[in-house]
Every structure is written in structure tokens, then in C-alpha cells.
């Protein structure tokens, strides 16, 4: 059964979406604001009063949206996807830091699916396209005792925006900036729902290393000089089972489990 509640004060792309998801779970709670602070607020008050698995909540704007290492998120109304979902998954928290992985993957698979853009990802949590970032992925998890009760997945994705401001000018771009044209954010929500979906059940199923796998494939700057904080070197790869960064620092291969990863000035 599905749950649909919107709270809309003009007609908007986003409307269209539980017309157009092909999911199980994720989305068939539902709920769709004109404007909030957070998705990720509104999502895990909703997972603390007990929503079902898969309740996303998705805002045409964000007075307040939230990115990775305090920062804040440009979410101006109309143009972009801001979406979170609430996943109860039975992991132990320790494992759950590829989530992250796996949901960068899911956005780089619907975005292949429904643009025809191949995206890449910067690990642990930005969609590139073309060196530019167009997606970023927030997961906060909470937990009881040993075990994870919740997680929320919160994703934000640009799409038709034509232009940024700066700063982000240097560094921002979106899937119409990539693409040429505009999108209906409900299609490529429901395409990266259902990718996450299928991530969920293979994660829980399998463990990381199927993703992981996929994940290497399309990781950026692979062979290049990085550095992580203090730490500097050759990207290798991704550890099977964690996710964590392999960066061979010339006396050791270092493995990183937290960080911004950059790319050292040629
Ligand atoms: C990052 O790359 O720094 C993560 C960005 C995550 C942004 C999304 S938009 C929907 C959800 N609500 C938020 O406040 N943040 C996430």
C-alpha cells in the first residue's frame, strides 16, 4: 500500500513522481514539500516516530539544506533534486559507512539509464561529471545498542540549473549543463530510486564487495597523485569490504576510512 502526502503550493515536475516509481519500497511512503529546512531533518523525524523502511522525503526547495563536513547546500526552488530516504537496515553500524558508496552508484546508474551520461565518483560522496560535481550524498545513521536503526540517505542532485554562482561556478555543474537540455526530476528520482533499491537488497544480501567492485570501476583519479589531509600519494583503489581509500604513499599502502580526498596541483 502506498502513502502519498503533498504539501505543494504550485504544480511542479515533482508531482509525477509516485505516477513514476517502479519500486517496492523506497518512495511508496511519500512525502513531497514545497519547502523545508532539511530532508534530512524532516526524514529522520520521521524515521524517530517510526515510519515504514523506504519513506522518502523529497522538497521542491531547502531553506537550510545540509552537505557533508558542516557545509551548507545551494537549494534554490525548482531546478534540483533534494531527496532523503529512511532505510532500517539490520547492519551493524561499523558496517554501514559503503551505504554512502552505494548510493553514489545508484545516482551514477540512473543518470547512465535516463541521460545517457556516464558520472564518476569522487569517493566517499560526490557524482562527477566531467571533473565537475553534480550530485553529493549525505548518510547519517543513528543507532541502538549495536545495531543501526535507521539510516538516512539524503541526495542531492543537480539538474536544471543552467548556471551557478560562485563559488560554486568553478567546481558545480548539472545534468542540464552536461547534457543540453532540461529534465523531469521525477524520472530521474524514480530511476535512482529504484537503483538504490537494488543496492539496498544486494548490499544487505551479499555484503559491500559487489558494489564495491562496480564502484572501482568508476571511481576518479584512479593511478593519480591525491592527498587526504596530511596524507599524500598514488590512488590505488577501494578495500573489498569496507570501502575505505587505498592510497600507496610510497613506503606503505595507507587505507582511509574518513576524509576529503584531493587531487594534488600538477
Ligand atoms: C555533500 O556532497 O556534501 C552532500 C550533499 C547532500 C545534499 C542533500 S539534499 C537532500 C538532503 N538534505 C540535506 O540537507 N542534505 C541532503
Not at 36 to 50: E, F, H, K, L
Request: charged share 25%.
Amino acid at each position: 500500500m502506498s502513502h502519498v502526502a503533498v504539501n505543494r503550493i504550485a504544480p511542479s515536475d515533482l508531482d509525477e513522481l509516485p505516477a513514476r516509481l517502479t519500486t517496492r519500497r523506497l518512495g511508496r511512503s511519500l512525502v513531497v514539500l514545497d519547502e523545508t529546512d532539511s530532508t534530512n531533518d524532516d526524514a529522520r523525524r520521521a524515521a524517530d516516530a517510526g515510519c515504514p523502511d523506504g519513506h522518502v522525503v523529497v522538497a521542491n526547495a531547502q531553506r537550510k539544506g545540509r552537505g557533508s563536513h558542516g557545509r551548507s547546500w545551494s537549494s534554490p526552488p525548482g531546478e534540483d533534486i533534494y531527496a532523503s530516504i529512511v532505510l532500517r537496515l539490520d547492519v551493524p553500524p561499523a558496517r554501514l559507512p559503503p551505504l554512502t558508496l552505494c548510493a553514489g552508484l545508484a545516482v551514477a546508474r540512473a543518470l547512465s539509464k535516463r541521460v545517457g551520461i556516464e558520472a564518476r565518483l569522487k569517493w566517499p560522496n560526490d557524482v562527477l561529471i566531467e571533473e565537475r560535481k553534480c550530485a553529493g550524498l549525505l548518510v547519517e545513521t543513528s543507532s541502538v545498542g549495536a545495531r543501526a536503526s535507521s539510516a538516512i540517505v539524503g541526495i542531492g542532485i543537480g539538474v536544471n540549473r543552467a548556471r551557478f554562482d560562485p563559488p560554486l561556478d568553478r567546481t558545480a555543474t548539472s545534468v542540464h549543463i552536461a547534457s543540453g537540455r532540461r529534465h523531469a526530476r521525477a524520472e530521474i528520482l524514480a530511476e535512482v530510486l529504484a537503483e538504490l533499491e537494488a543496492e539496498v537488497d544486494r548490499f544487505v544480501a551479499e555484503g559491500p564487495a559487489p558494489a564495491i567492485q562496480e564502484i572501482a570501476a568508476r571511481l576518479a583519479w584512479i593511478g593519480e597523485r591525491v592527498n587526504v589531509g596530511e596524507l599524500r600519494g598514488r590512488l590505488i583503489g577501494l578495500d573489498e569490504s569496507s570501502g575505505a581509500l587505498r592510497i600507496d604513499a610510497g613506503t606503505e599502502v595507507v587505507t582511509v576510512v574518513a576524509g576529503t580526498l584531493e587531487r594534488d596541483a600538477p
